[in-house]
């Protein structure tokens, strides 16, 4: 899981978007506000969010892969913040990435947690029969990863595929980590930890190739082909984690220093 690329709205698109937005959030209560909210994304202009999924699609890491899994194709508008409980960024801009259809509609859901003023997590829950309330204040359990740089939250151990929290258990980052792989299932899949695992291999020998094509002067041409078929692979969290070893020497460093540049987008480790 990655840091999404920034894409930005422009022109008929973000005022169509815009004005979405704008009709819902001058509704005068929060209950009308999410009934209303899940009525007109139900009735969306498929013309305008065709052209949205294409901008999400050119955010995408990997060739078009999901932003959760990077395994599967992406294919579903995903609200980060689930409409159910944030009605007024139903049409945010900010609020959507690209996924699956597994990891939108079966496997993250309506699943959300924020952090109380005492620090505690609470997950955002609404029953069939249960007042529609707005969620209590605080910030987000979930990575963000439109906001957050989830490579600096964990890593990847590339001998059993499994992700890692980087911090310290018990502080807000351990806690943020644990949530979004449990909540996506991203270690509890074990077909994502044996394909990220086998993926591994198919980079290191890529990027020797690549290295070995670079010393022999290959063209411009060359090199970006074989750069782009390294950066539209999927699980390119494998890809990140070979820099990072590499950076600091835990891998052979040549892979640092004859290609660095195909981690560039990717810095700082």
């Given at each position: 899981?990655?840091?999404?690329?920034?894409?930005?709205?422009?022109?008929?698109?973000?005022?169509?978007?815009?004005?979405?937005?704008?009709?819902?959030?001058?509704?005068?209560?929060?209950?009308?506000?999410?009934?209303?909210?899940?009525?007109?994304?139900?009735?969306?202009?498929?013309?305008?969010?065709?052209?949205?999924?294409?901008?999400?699609?050119?955010?995408?890491?990997?060739?078009?892969r999901c932003a959760y899994c990077e395994d599967s194709v992406a294919d579903e508008i995903e609200h980060i913040y689930p409409k159910k409980f944030y009605p007024e960024l139903t049409f945010?801009?900010?609020?959507?990435?690209?996924?699956?259809?597994?990891?939108?509609?079966?496997?993250?859901?309506?699943?959300?947690?924020?952090?109380?003023?005492?620090?505690?997590?609470?997950?955002l829950k609404r029953g069939k029969n249960a007042p529609v309330v707005p969620p209590p204040a605080g910030s987000i359990v979930f990575l963000d990863p439109r906001v957050d740089n989830p490579?600096?939250?964990?890593?990847?151990?590339?001998?059993?595929?499994?992700?890692?929290?980087?911090?310290?258990?018990?502080?807000?980052?351990?806690?943020?980590?644990?949530?979004?792989?449990?909540?996506?299932?991203?270690?509890?899949?074990?077909?994502?930890?044996?394909?990220?695992?086998?993926?591994?291999?198919?980079?290191?020998?890529?990027?020797?190739?690549?290295?070995?094509?670079?010393?022999?002067?290959?063209?411009?041409?060359?090199?970006?082909?074989?750069?782009?078929?390294?950066?539209?692979?999927?699980?390119?969290?494998?890809?990140?984690?070979?820099?990072?070893?590499?950076?600091?020497?835990?891998?052979?460093?040549?892979?640092?220093?004859?290609?660095?540049?195909?981690?560039?987008?990717?810095?700082?480790?």
């Open positions: 899981m990655l840091k999404i690329r920034e894409a930005h709205l422009y022109g008929k698109l973000k005022k169509d978007l815009d004005d979405a937005d704008s009709k819902v959030n001058a509704l005068p209560s929060y209950q009308i506000m999410v009934a209303e909210a899940g009525v007109m994304w139900d009735k969306k202009s498929d013309k305008i969010f065709k052209d949205i999924r294409l901008l999400l699609e050119s955010m995408c890491i990997g060739a078009r945010k801009w900010r609020n959507y990435l690209f996924a699956c259809g597994q990891c939108n509609g079966s496997i993250k859901r309506d699943q959300f947690a924020i952090f109380s003023a005492a620090g505690g997590v609470v997950d490579s600096s939250i964990i890593e990847l151990d590339p001998q059993t595929g499994l992700f890692v929290p980087l911090a310290k258990k018990g502080t807000p980052d351990y806690i943020r980590a644990e949530y979004t792989l449990k909540i996506l299932g991203l270690n509890t899949r074990d077909y994502l930890s044996k394909a990220r695992r086998n993926v591994y291999g198919f980079y290191v020998d890529a990027i020797n190739a690549y290295i070995q094509q670079k010393k022999s002067a290959a063209s411009k041409l060359a090199l970006n082909k074989k750069m782009n078929q390294i950066k539209d692979g999927a699980h390119q969290s494998v890809f990140l984690e070979i820099g990072r070893l590499s950076s600091t020497n835990q891998l052979d460093p040549h892979f640092w220093t004859d290609a660095r540049e195909l981690w560039d987008e990717y810095a700082p480790f």
